[in-house]
């Protein structure tokens, strides 16, 4: 029988006994049993960062051994005869293509589906303030005072920036189903305030309230989601999150039409965006509890009955199996300190985190979603909103592409990839604005430069980021590492949107276009030298290899 999680044989060493076997008889013969145990290619050299601390990985996902019968003559043990069998079972399952019949994702998918609205409500925010601005600012008194317009829409930033600091200690004590359930409290009082505002304070209030909902929300729905998932359908499932985001953005340009005309219809808007809170709030309360948290607290007939629901019965006894080892060698404290980000393995961890936020961020994207406005209106789009709509759909397009290729080709390839298609997007934008071609021409490679650039994010650099980071991530300190890795995430995002109009006004565009696409191309070679690929493995069995030693000096 094949495990659901993995595709390996049940009646193999568990997690922990195959972690102990490494350190049995190191001067016996061995044999290597490189079928069932961590065999893919992602590891071929040691990483090791040239920093003031230091970042290491298992310079391979390490083959097991186990020792030897020390004989001339020696018959095949019961383990090597079911190995050609087992393999045949595992091709056989290839061919078929992951999860047999390909309904393995279905129990957990409507759980998924209702987490993934708080990005609905995300999405929705993103854009529920770019037509509507003008009009808010006319009639709450501070229209052509720039300074304020700017700091309505980044204060919601600096709520977010403190709920994502917030959102680690939450998730340690109430689980993520729980934390997601009162947090969205936040995010139905804050529009209705703002809805109802008559004063710039009301105002700012009501979206400070909706950044902090927000900021507790994108941190641990990814954890959620990549918690309750099916192992080999974790990654389809996870890119939910930026399907939701992109639908929420869409969602508020549509309803933003009518703003052109109304100048009251702002309020409208905000009314609106209370609803997805409601409906998140209330079926929150049917979602189940992630089956990690409920062992960590002890509540193991409820960590099973999830278990059993979500994954099948097979799964049951080595989950739990493998949830007690991992909790047996994080320590038996609920809560984790942030002084633990601090100590391998959880620092390099916690500096990739970082690391993907910073180089998302300055790889350009909201600088090129602030500035395709203007590309389209080069080549006769005057409508904003139809141009925005234009790059809602690509940005849709690539998440769609993305649910459909996160399972197939691992979350390493689409990185790079990702990465690679938007500094061609960026250098090809370059040398339209810079080269002397005809103008019209010059005008279309833009637009096809611009569209490339938004398609290839989505297919990769969006929701790889956000995916791949509680995967690497300790159960212990995982939503203290997605925290932190958030918290950058909202500073460079308030950066980029401060300076970006400054550098394009100082250098000009070719410049500020290329910067982001040097950027990229060192994302994409950061990508190759420090992201594993997660793909098909269980969060504990990661969890486990990257606390390996490694053994190369």
């Known amino acids: 029988m094949i495990s ?198 009301e105002m ?9 909902g927000i900021g507790v929300n994108t941190a641990l729905v990814p954890i959620y989601i990549s918690e309750v998932s099916p192992t080999r359908y974790r990654g389809s499932l996870g890119t939910l999150c930026q399907i939701g985001t992109c639908i929420g953005i869409i969602a508020s340009l549509f309803l933003g039409i009518p703003s052109e005309s109304d100048p009251h219809w702002w309020r409208t808007m905000l009314y609106i965006a209370s609803l997805p809170a409601f409906i998140l709030t209330f079926g929150m309360q049917f979602a189940v509890d992630s089956p990690r948290w409920l062992c960590k607290v002890g509540r193991l007939d409820d960590a099973k009955t999830v278990i059993r629901n979500l994954w099948g019965k097979s799964e049951v006894d080595k989950s739990i199996e493998e949830f007690q080892s991992v909790i047996r060698n994080d320590g038996s404290d609920l809560e984790s300190s942030w002084l633990e980000l601090l100590e391998e393995p959880h620092r390099r961890v916690a500096f990739i985190g970082g690391a993907l936020f910073v180089l998302q961020q300055f790889a350009g994207i909201n600088g090129v979603l602030y500035f395709s406005s203007l590309t389209f209106h080069d080549v006769g789009i005057t409508s904003s909103g139809l141009a925005s709509l234009l790059v809602g759909f690509t940005n849709f397009g690539g998440a769609l592409l993305a649910l459909y290729l996160m399972d197939k080709q691992g979350r390493k390839k689409l990185l790079i990839g990702s990465y690679l298609g938007m500094a061609a997007s960026m250098f090809l934008i370059v040398y339209a604005i810079s080269s002397p071609l005809d103008e019209q021409l010059a005008h279309n490679l833009s637009i096809l430069g611009t569209l490339v650039y938004i398609f290839t994010f989505a297919v990769g650099a969006g929701p790889v980021t956000g995916l791949i980071i509680p995967e690497l991530s300790s159960t212990r300190t995982r939503g203290k590492i997605m925290g932190f890795s958030l918290c950058v995430h909202w500073v460079c995002n308030f950066l980029v949107g401060l300076y970006f109009l400054k550098l394009v006004d100082r250098f000009g565009v070719s410049p500020v276009y290329a910067s982001f696409g040097g950027v990229s191309l060192l994302s994409a070679i950061f990508a190759s030298y420090f992201i594993v690929e997660t793909k098909g493995h269980s969060l504990e069995e990661i969890e486990m290899l990257l606390k390996l030693p490694d053994t190369r000096k």
């Open 4 to 201: 659901q999680s993995s595709g390996w044989s049940t009646n193999l060493p568990s997690v922990p006994m195959r972690i102990a076997a490494i350190q049995a008889s190191p001067s016996l013969p061995t044999i290597t049993i490189s079928r069932f145990i961590y065999k893919p290619k992602y590891f071929r050299r040691p990483l090791v960062a040239k920093l003031p601390f230091r970042l290491r990985f298992p310079s391979s996902w390490r083959k097991l051994e186990v020792p030897a019968v020390p004989a001339t003559k020696r018959q095949p043990s019961q383990l090597e005869e079911s190995q050609k069998s087992t393999e045949s079972e595992i091709a056989l399952l290839s061919e078929k293509g992951d999860g047999g019949p390909g309904y393995g994702w279905l129990p957990a998918f409507p759980h998924v589906l209702l987490a993934s609205m708080a990005n609905v409500i995300f999405g929705y925010h993103i854009g529920v303030m770019n037509g509507p601005i003008v009009s808010i600012a006319r009639e709450l008194g501070f229209e052509g005072n720039s300074l304020l317009e700017g700091f309505v829409v980044s204060i919601f930033i600096a709520g977010a920036f403190i709920g994502s600091v917030s959102s680690g200690s939450l998730v340690d004590n109430l689980g993520c189903r729980r934390t997601i359930q009162v947090d969205t409290f936040t995010l139905i009082l804050g529009p209705i305030l703002s809805a109802q505002a008559h004063s710039l304070d």
């Open 204 to 212: 700012l209030w009501g979206r400070f309230l909706v950044g902090l």
